[in-house]
């Protein structure tokens, strides 16, 4: 789920200190400044679609860890995948998208639509203090490659 300043803008990664734009920005050679529309058109340019695993649920602020896993619910992957047949990889950013894909999408995907490969990426939140941006967009990278062997 976005994060309250991301709902509050109705953007993605609004979050001034969120690195998903830098890194993507980086990773497909735009300047991670451009307006919002601009940034949407990138990735569309470069292939890449972008969607929550959950469509809502409860959570006070914006930490992941505060996601109500009793109140999510997830966004319909089978009507997307079906209308967007040439996905062949889904990337989560963050463990919290990844184990609520798993737990509450996954085991609902129709037959053809389980062999989409899914790959774990640093979440891109300035709360992965851990990790450099360097260090993100180096695990990133994975992104661009499968788009190149596509």
Request: hydrophobic share 45%; proline share 5%; glycine share 2%.
């Amino acid at each position: 789920m976005p994060g309250r300043k991301s709902l509050d803008k109705a953007q993605y990664y609004a979050h001034a200190q969120n690195a998903f734009w830098p890194i993507i920005a980086e990773l497909f050679a735009f300047d991670a400044r451009l307006a919002y529309a601009q940034r949407l058109e990138k990735l569309r340019d470069n292939r890449i679609a972008l969607w929550d695993v959950a469509e809502a649920c409860v959570r006070p602020g914006s930490m992941d860890y505060a996601i109500d896993i009793t109140t999510v619910l997830p966004n319909d992957f089978n009507g997307f995948l079906e209308t967007h047949r040439k996905i062949r990889a889904i990337f989560f950013n963050g463990r919290k998208a990844e184990e609520l894909f798993r737990r509450l999408v996954e085991p609902r995907l129709a037959q053809p639509f389980k062999q989409i490969e899914c790959h774990l990426l640093p979440s891109s939140s300035p709360a992965n203090a851990a990790m450099s941006r360097a260090q993100k967009t180096e695990h990133w990278q994975i992104v661009r490659q499968a788009l190149e062997t596509d």
